[in-house]
T-cell receptor, first 118, second 116 residues
């Protein structure tokens, strides 16, 4: 079973509109972290936002916010007032705290290719 | 702002050759990672490294792979005998410490490995 599911392979959005990128996750670990990364066409992975499983409030970082619905196991990324420079691949990722001693890796989804149109 | 660096940005090699990919993590970080991304696919975890030893490795990280921190700044990934299917972007990442579920991993720009 997929641990991270991103159901939108691609999205087209008009500039200045808000966009929501979906992410659902699967874990039985009570302590976990959820991350979103942006990968522009140049290839680097840019950290955007983090949400901890015990956080009471949804995370926000500038124009990025994370709509965290724990009971539904979803962690959707919301980008407000989209810009042309937001065009990129967006990956949702999870780190489960209890698996293996504290230093192991992130599990990524397949990503959503977001294209902002002028 | 400190960042993870990787060299080279692009490496082309012949099948069967050994390659070493280099990374300089952020200086005060303690946990180090390698990931790979085959073209058009998702990012996959390879290995994590802490306190001069491997902490965890995925099933991808077989005997042809090895990692090393030869000095206080570099972190390397060696592929002993490259195969065509090793062609991918390889990302190094590092994390400071703290709870593993909360601490962000920062990624380098990647090394694109092409095996001919």
């Amino acid at each position: 079973a997929q641990k991270i599911t991103q159901t939108q392979p691609g999205m087209f959005v008009q500039e200045k509109e808000a966009v929501t990128l979906d992410c659902t996750y699967d874990t039985s670990d009570p302590s976990y972290g959820l991350f979103w990364y942006k990968q522009p066409s140049s290839g680097e992975m840019i950290f955007l936002i983090y949400q901890g499983s015990y956080d009471q409030q949804n995370a926000t970082e500038g124009r990025y916010s994370l709509n965290f619905q724990k009971a539904r196991k979803s962690a959707n990324l919301v980008i407000s007032a989209s810009q042309l420079g937001d065009s990129a691949m967006y990956f949702c990722a999870m780190r489960e705290a209890s698996s293996g001693g504290g230093a192991d890796g992130l599990t990524f989804g397949k990503g959503t290719h977001l294209i902002i149109q002028p | 702002e400190p960042e993870v660096t990787q060299t080279p940005s692009h490496q082309v090699t012949q099948m069967g050759q050994e390659v070493i990919l280099r990374c300089v993590p952020i200086s005060n970080h303690l946990y180090f990672y390698w990931y790979r991304q085959i073209l058009g696919q998702k990012v996959e975890f390879l290995v994590s490294f802490y306190n001069n030893e491997i902490s965890e490795k995925s099933e991808i990280f077989d005997d042809q792979f090895s990692v090393e921190r030869p000095d206080g700044s570099n972190f390397t990934l060696k592929i002993r005998s490259t195969k065509l299917e090793d062609s991918a972007m390889y990302f190094c990442a590092s994390r400071f410490s703290g709870s593993p579920s909360t601490d962000t991993q920062y990624f380098g720009p990647g090394t694109r490995l092409t095996v001919l």
